[in-house]
């Protein structure tokens, strides 16, 4: 009886090494990609904030001297006696620093 041989297949390691060259490659493409992407898309919305924090300081500022405009001591009083109000001095207490 004769005894057959198996011919055993051998994994060419340059064929696996080009394998693996190439699918690392490849997801360095797609990371490089992926990251730059997303870098541009936080620059824009870091922009994006930045402007509106500066809309939200000039509303700030302007809302502070509207402020400031009805608070006056003048105003507040010609209101007051708009209304027929009158400053009683005995209830006016000074606060010193």
Do not use: P, W
């Amino acid at each position: 009886m004769a005894v057959r041989k198996r011919k055993i297949k051998r994994l060419k390691y340059t064929a696996l090494a080009l394998l693996l060259f190439v699918l690392s490659f490849g997801l360095f493409l797609f990371t490089s990609i992926y990251l730059r992407t997303y870098n541009l898309s936080l620059v824009q919305k870091t922009v994006e904030c930045n402007e509106r924090i500066e809309v939200m300081k000039t509303q700030n500022e302007s809302l502070a001297l509207e402020i400031q405009q009805l608070s006056a001591y003048d105003r507040v009083m010609a209101i007051a006696h708009e209304d027929d109000l009158v400053l009683n001095q005995e209830n006016i207490v000074m606060v010193q620093d």
